[in-house]
C-alpha cells in the first residue's frame, strides 16, 4: 500500500492566519482525499483533489476557506484560511479506494488561538 | 445516505480479555469495510480491510467479520494488551467514498 508523508503534524496559529499542509505519496495516485476531524468526532470528509481538475467539495465545505491544491500525482496541499477556534481540529490526506482500502496520512494536529 | 455506529462508545478492560467491537451500518451495498486504529492526537492506521463478497478477514491477535445482509461488522481482539489502548475506527465504502463511525474508544490496563 502506498506510504504518505504528511506535514506539518501540529501546529498552533493565531486566528485570521491561514496554515497550508502538505501530503506526499510514494507512487502516483489518481485521488486524493482530505479529512477533518474536531475534537471528540470521528472523520468527514472536506474535498476530494484530482490532478489537473478542480478538486469536489463536500456539503458545507467551500473552496474560498479549504483551497486544495494537486499539482501532480503524488502532492497535493489543503489550505485552512482566515482561521478562527473552531477550524481546531486533526486533519488528514489519504489516497486509495476500491479493493485495495485507504491509507491515511499521519494526520496535522491544529490548534487556531 | 448511508450511516454508521460503533458500540460501545468506550470500554475499559484489565489485559487479557477478548473484546468485541460492533459497526453498524444502514445500506448494505457496500463495497467493501475497513478498520482502523486511531492514538491520541495521530493519523489512522488500517487494522483489516474486508471486501464485500468476503466473510471475514485475520491479522494476528485481530478478527473481523461482515454481514452484509444484517448491515453489522464486528472486530475480535483476543488476549487485549495495553498497547491495543486507542480508537477503533470503522469505515464503510459505498460508491466513492469511505463513510466512518464514531469510534470505539479502547482502554486496556495491567
Known amino acids: 500500500s502506498a506510504v504518505i508523508s504528511q506535514k506539518p503534524s501540529r501546529d498552533i496559529c493565531q486566528r485570521g492566519t491561514s496554515l497550508t499542509i502538505q501530503c506526499q505519496v510514494d507512487?502516483?495516485?489518481?485521488?486524493m482525499f482530505w479529512y477533518r476531524q474536531q475534537p471528540g468526532q470521528s472523520l468527514t470528509l472536506i474535498a476530494t483533489?484530482?490532478?489537473?481538475?478542480?478538486?469536489?467539495?463536500e456539503s458545507g465545505f467551500v473552496i474560498d476557506k479549504f483551497p486544495i491544491s494537486r499539482p501532480n500525482l503524488t502532492f497535493s496541499t489543503l489550505t485552512v484560511s482566515n482561521m478562527s477556534p473552531e477550524d481546531s481540529s486533526i486533519y488528514l490526506c489519504?489516497?486509495?479506494?476500491?479493493?485495495?482500502?485507504?491509507?491515511f496520512g499521519s494526520g496535522t494536529r491544529l490548534t487556531v488561538v | 445516505k448511508q450511516e454508521v455506529t460503533q458500540i460501545p462508545a468506550a470500554l475499559s478492560v484489565p489485559e487479557g480479555e477478548n473484546l468485541v467491537l460492533n459497526c453498524s451500518f444502514t445500506?448494505?451495498?457496500?463495497?467493501?469495510l475497513q478498520w482502523f486504529r486511531q492514538d491520541p492526537g495521530k493519523g489512522l492506521t488500517s487494522l483489516l480491510l474486508?471486501?464485500?463478497?468476503?466473510r471475514e478477514q485475520t491479522s494476528g491477535r485481530l478478527n473481523a467479520s461482515l454481514d452484509k445482509s444484517s448491515g453489522r461488522s464486528t472486530l475480535y481482539i483476543a488476549a487485549s494488551q495495553p498497547g491495543d489502548s486507542a480508537t477503533y475506527l470503522c469505515a464503510a465504502y459505498n460508491t466513492d467514498k469511505l463513510i466512518f463511525g464514531t469510534g470505539t474508544r479502547l482502554q486496556v490496563f495491567p
Open positions: 507512487s502516483q495516485v489518481t485521488m
Open positions: 445500506d448494505s451495498a457496500i463495497y467493501n
Open positions: 489519504s489516497v486509495g479506494g476500491g479493493g485495495r482500502g485507504y491509507t
Open positions: 474486508i471486501q464485500s463478497s468476503q
Open positions: 483533489a484530482n490532478q489537473g481538475s478542480e478538486a469536489t467539495y
